[in-house]
């Protein structure tokens, strides 16, 4: 496996594959190296056939506060621009495999938006979330003016991206940002679990699943509607198809081969 710098990567059993950040001095802040490590070996475990589903997470303090201050601080226009600053997070939404964010304490500017890149997001009982960019004088820049929108809608994303308040796990989680809230001690366990659950369906459908409610984040209803109706009757061209309906009426578990 290969070592990394800012984050910890291990394969739990059950085809998952665990990504945890490790800058606990910087609260997980997400400089250039994480997310180069980062996007890599997401990049990795989507290649890797063994595994379903990877699960994203942090320390008990902070899932993540941030993109790194201080490594902006002194970049000017041409700089970013040149650069492209942040584009590569861009690469993580490219991963087929289902991710799962694991959220404890501060998911914060751009941890808030890798949270959001992910599927499912599962947030402890002290997670908090926010998009203070405001406060430095900018605005979200790894897409959570875009991805917050559509998760919360226009009222709260203004209302966070405006005034930089943090917004605690029961707002985010009435508000329909969060998959579920769990107490913390329980969090790495209850979003490994799900990922175990998520692994062990049919690859193939669980990728088209993810591409499908994906699309509707993309597209009118109508269209959404004709993909996913494609992907529907691509599942009929797969052995987990037959596997899956078998096991139903043979009252047994189905053993999904990825085929
Ligand atoms: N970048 C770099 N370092 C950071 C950081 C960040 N985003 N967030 C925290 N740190 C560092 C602090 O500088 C501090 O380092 P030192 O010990 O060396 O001083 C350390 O982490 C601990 O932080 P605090 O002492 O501030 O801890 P706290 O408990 O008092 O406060 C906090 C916690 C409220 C999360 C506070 O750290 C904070 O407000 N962080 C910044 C949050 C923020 O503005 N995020 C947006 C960043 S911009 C962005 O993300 C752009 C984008 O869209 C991608």
């Known amino acids: 496996m290969t ?37 890599h070996a997401a990049a990795e475990f989507d290649d ?23 490594e902006m601080a002194a970049l000017d226009y041409p700089d970013v621009v040149q650069a492209d600053l942040l584009a590569g997070w861009e690469d993580l939404a ?12 501060y998911a914060l500017g751009g941890g808030c938006e890798l949270a959001m890149l992910c599927d499912l997001l599962i947030a402890s009982d002290t997670a908090v979330f926010g998009q203070p960019e405001i406060k430095l004088g900018i605005i979200p820049g ?25 917004m605690p796990v029961e707002e985010a989680e009435r508000a329909g940002l969060v998959s579920r809230v769990v107490p913390a001690d329980q969090l790495l366990d209850e979003a490994i679990e799900a ?22 984040l993309e597209t009118t209803l109508s269209e959404g509607v004709r993909f996913e109706r494609k992907l529907f009757h691509a599942a009929f061209a797969s ?17 999904f081969g990825g085929g």
Do not use: W
């Not at 990394?4 to 606990?24: A, K, M, Q, W």
């Not at 595994?51 to 201080?70: K, L, T």
């Not at 987990?240 to 043979?250: H, I, N, P, W, Y």
């Open 195 to 216: 990922g175990r659950t998520i692994a062990a369906m049919s690859r193939s459908a669980a990728m088209a699943a993810k591409e499908a409610v994906n699309r509707a």
């Open 142 to 166: 790894m897409g959570g003016s875009q991805r917050l929108t559509r998760a919360v809608g226009k009222a709260k994303a203004m209302d966070l991206c405006l005034t930089g308040r943090t």
């Open 48 to 70: 890797d056939a063994e595994i379903g589903a990877i699960v994203i997470s942090g320390s008990e303090r902070a899932f993540a506060a941030g993109a790194d201050i201080s």
């Open 94 to 105: 490219q991963v087929r495999t289902p991710l799962i964010a694991a959220v404890c304490g």
């Open 3 to 39: 070592h990394y710098e800012t984050i910890e990567t291990s394969t739990p059993d059950g085809g998952v594959g665990l990504i945890r950040l490790n800058r606990p001095k910087a609260l997980n802040a997400l400089s250039l190296t994480v997310m180069r490590e980062l996007t």
């Open 239 to 255: 052995l987990d198809q037959k596997e899956g309906m078998s096991a139903f009426l043979e009252k047994r578990t189905p053993v």
